[in-house]
């Protein structure tokens, strides 16, 4: 795990930790079906042990970026009392303590489950004032997790490279787009950072020397080191789910193709041996099955390649330029980009083949990426002023909406594991 936000001063001490247990893991959330209805759950205000207007206005923020972040995950309707939620039964509350010694801040807060009147989680936040955010993106994980049994996105970063009038360089944000920062100074082409499964490592590919090498950054560290940087094109790197290595196009011996290298670069082994341009690799949760981007039979079209037997099928039929795929976190679908009508736009298709599905319809639409829980996509869009910038969409392509619009351009996003405590 990575401490990604160095030390925060902010101590966590979990109680009545006995409730929990069997209530997890009650609710599976399918965006997907017809019946799919969102979990209505009020958050009320905190109590204050000292009433003050600057105690209430610092405890609304924590309340305010609760909510926020149940809304963003898409399966909540989010309510500040039981009266606002008018006629509509409430299945959830959270209660909250706040408190504050000058800086210093304390901050109770527990979910109920209304149909049952058990609490399923409680925590006790002790930090600073600047914690706040970091607090509420910690209890929304933890409602997410004992509500549905499994993490949420809110303790989640994501890469993306953004361009201005000095030049092109790597940034992360928060899963809702803010606290971006800059992660190289480079002031060259950097391409397609991938967040490592544990969140440590950034790798990337970058000109720095005149062609493009591959680049690791240690984020405990904040070294940057060349990883892989062979005759040809150096690219494409797709992090196996070990964390221990990572599949990468390179054209040593020729036309690309894609290799499996370690974290020194040294190639462990070569994955396709043409014929045509291999490129654009991503493995499966499991690691035992890779789809990437061939144009053997013509056109770029998806392939998925079993790691151990070799043995490589033809994924994708429909369309005559599909490329740019990532495998979801449940491994049941695949994203990825298809030109229709001279326009790039973002599919998803099962791995086993089938119907692909059609998510984006306007402007030109690229990079899809999935959240750690695989129930959003996040990708780069022209639709407005013409310029790119990043969005973000339920994985059935519903509720599309701008996150991120920080340079010029924004493009080659990646959403990293939900691991940034």
Request: charged fraction near 20%; glycine fraction near 8%.
């Amino acid at each position: 795990m990575v401490k990604r936000f160095g030390s925060i001063g902010l101590s966590l001490l979990f109680f009545y930790f006995l409730s929990l247990g069997p209530v997890w893991a009650k609710i599976f959330i399918d965006i997907n079906s017809p019946f799919f209805e969102k979990i209505p759950i009020v958050v009320e205000q905190p109590k204050l042990f000292v009433i003050t207007y600057e105690n209430r206005q610092i405890s609304n923020k924590i309340i305010k970026t609760l909510s926020r972040d149940l809304i963003y995950q898409g399966f909540f309707s989010v309510f500040n009392s039981m009266s606002d939620s008018g006629e509509e039964k409430i299945d959830y509350k959270v209660v909250s303590e706040f408190s504050r010694n000058g800086k210093s801040v304390t901050v109770v807060m527990r979910l109920y489950d209304l149909t049952t009147g058990s609490m399923l989680v409680g925590r006790r936040y002790i930090g600073s004032i600047s914690d706040l955010q970091k607090i509420a993106h910690r209890f929304a994980n933890e409602i997410v997790l004992a509500i549905t049994g499994r993490p949420g996105l809110t303790l989640s970063r994501f890469v993306f490279v953004s361009e201005n009038s000095s030049g092109r360089e790597i940034y992360s944000a928060d899963f809702d787009g803010s606290n971006i920062r800059q992660e190289t100074d480079l002031h060259t082409i950097v391409m397609s950072p991938r967040y490592s499964p544990d969140g440590r490592f950034i790798a990337f590919t970058s000109f720095k020397t005149g062609r493009p090498c591959l680049y690791l950054k240690d984020l405990e560290s904040g070294n940057i080191r060349k990883m892989a940087c062979f005759q040809g094109v150096n690219m494409s790197p797709a992090w196996h789910p070990s964390g221990k290595r990572l599949a990468v196009t390179l054209s040593k011996s020729g036309s690309p193709d894609i290799y499996m290298v370690d974290l020194a670069g040294h190639i462990i082994k070569r994955l396709t041996r043409g014929p045509g341009i291999n490129v654009s690799p991503s493995f499966s949760p499991d690691g035992q099955r890779l789809v990437f981007v061939s144009d053997r039979a013509g056109g770029p079209q998806l392939y998925v390649l079993d790691v151990v037997s070799g043995r490589i099928t033809r994924l994708t039929y429909s369309g005559s330029y599909n490329t740019d795929p990532q495998w979801s976190p449940a491994g049941d679908r695949i994203v990825y980009v298809s030109r229709i009508l001279g326009k790039f736009q973002i599919f998803t298709i099962s791995p086993n083949g089938g119907e692909p599905v059609q998510l984006t319809f306007e402007g030109n639409n690229e990079n899809p990426s999935w959240s750690p829980d695989g129930r959003q996509i996040l990708f780069c869009s022209n639709r407005i002023s013409g310029n790119k910038h990043l969005f973000v969409m339920q994985a059935n392509g519903q509720e599309q909406r701008l996150l991120v619009q920080f340079g010029r351009r924004d493009y080659f996003p990646f959403w990293g594991p939900n691991t940034f405590k």
